[in-house]
Nanobody
Framework: QVQLVESGGGLVQAGGSLRVSCAAS????????VGWFRQAPGNEREFVAA????????NYADSVKGRFTISRDNAKNTVFLQMNRLKPEDTAVYYC?????????????????WGQGTQVTVSS
């Protein structure tokens, strides 16, 4: 089992920045790729970013590419999502998820463990 806890969400004005974190406990975290997903009210959960288990490979949704950066610190069992130039349409609950594989996928069904989510609200 891997337990994931997100933190760092909040309210920010459009154009601002926020960093959300995903802290893991349980099994060896460095064996898992990690993805960030988000879900806005009335919308389906969508892929945001993913990082490989060693942190050497990342991929992003087109909607956040160039604005968001995913990173990880395996010594601290934590994955980060730095969000810059935030837009109102980035408002959602952000979830991290872990997949026992090398490189993270965009497919949410492949992930084995999920956190409870953290709310990010961007005001216009």
């Amino acid at each position: 089992q891997v337990q994931l806890v997100e933190s760092g969400g909040g309210l920010v004005q459009a154009g601002g920045s926020l960093r959300v974190s995903c802290a893991a406990s349980g099994r060896t975290f460095s064996n898992y790729a990690v993805g960030w997903f988000r879900q806005a009210p009335g919308n389906e959960r969508e892929f945001v970013a993913a990082i490989s288990r060693r942190g050497t490979t990342t991929n992003y949704a087109d909607s956040v590419k160039g604005r968001f950066t995913i990173s990880r610190d395996n010594a601290k069992n934590t994955v980060f999502l730095q969000m810059n130039r935030l837009k109102p349409e980035d408002t959602a609950v952000y979830y991290c998820a872990a997949d026992f594989t090398i490189i993270g996928t965009r497919d949410s069904s492949k992930y084995d463990y999920w956190g409870q989510g953290t709310q990010v609200t961007v005001s216009s």
